[in-house]
């Protein structure tokens, strides 16, 4: 699944930035099609454990042999550990959904999330939020309804997994906005992970199921994954500003379905094509009206 990150300096590298986005959101394409084949052997609390352990072990032996636990001090604990709570439940519930959804149709469903964003700002952070952006998230939403059409096989209470998700996942972009005044990146994704860790850890043993050899190469590159597509995604604002990597964003939802069709032998109907479609152009046009508006 994808996240959003704080703009910064550097930015006049357009290639490179377009470069290394696209390849995070084809890890994020591969992290969720992983956790797709996953969840499907072994109970998705054992699966969005493996992935948050390994991302932080991963990010430990990256960081702490040069910044030691300094990495983890935050100024705002407590808006660090919402927003670990909510990138949690995008996790939980997302993984879910990929049991009954698609991995495009749900990819798509999920990119509700900047639209949200849109629209929670209003009551939560007091934005004013213009005419055509709210279009852009009504239109957002009746892209939805085009994909889980009533009569569909997508219509089902399946579908809303992946709305929660893109809930949560909105609530933590919103909360990543909050603590980027007061902490780095590298201590918010370190310090999510390692929270989100240490809470699954102590809900895991319920629902462990021993893996099986073979399927161990399979949980490592979850992690890793997941991991590198977000220090990819980071590096890619180094060098391009967030509004000419938007649209490159949404690459996401085709890798998803290239997944999907080769892992999962699964092609979107026409239906569901035109609905991500208009999901896709609702978040570009949500974008550009917010870079009018210079934000």
Not at 193 to 210: E, K, R, T
């Amino acid at each position: 699944m994808s996240t959003t990150s704080t703009p910064l300096s550097g930015v006049n590298q357009p290639l490179k930035g377009i470069a290394l986005i696209l390849l995070a959101t084809f890890l994020f394409s591969s992290h969720d099609t992983l956790s797709k084949y996953l969840s499907g052997i072994y109970p998705i609390m054992m699966v969005v454990w493996v992935r948050y352990v390994v991302h932080t072990a991963l990010m430990a032996c990256i960081f702490m042999p040069s910044s030691g636990l300094r990495v983890l001090r935050t100024k705002r604990p407590g808006l660090q550990a919402l927003r670990a709570a909510c990138l949690l439940g995008t996790s939980l519930l997302f993984t879910s959904g990929l049991m009954f959804i698609p991995i495009a149709e749900a990819t798509a469903v999920n990119f509700l999330a900047p639209l949200l964003v849109t629209a929670l700002s209003v009551p939560l952070l007091k934005e004013q939020v213009s005419r055509g952006q709210w279009i852009a998230v009504l239109v957002g939403f009746s892209g939805v309804m085009v994909i889980v059409h009533p009569g569909g096989e997508l219509f089902t209470p399946a579908v809303l997994l992946p709305l929660g998700s893109a809930l949560c996942f909105a609530c933590y972009q919103l909360l990543t906005r909050l603590v980027a005044a007061h902490d780095s990146p590298t201590t918010s994704n370190f310090f999510a992970g390692l929270f989100n860790s240490l809470l699954m850890s102590a809900i895991v043993p319920f629902f462990w199921q021993s893996p099986e050899w073979k399927h161990i190469p399979f949980m490592l590159a979850l992690g890793t994954c997941g991991m590198v597509a977000h220090l990819m995604l980071t590096q890619a604002f180094r060098f391009a500003a967030p509004a000419l990597l938007a649209p490159f964003g949404y690459c996401q939802i085709v890798f998803a379905g290239l997944w999907g069709f080769i892992v999962f032998n699964h092609a979107p109907s026409l239906t569901a094509q035109a609905g991500i479609a208009i999901i896709c152009l609702s978040g570009l046009a949500a974008a550009w009206q917010q870079r009018k508006k210079g934000g």
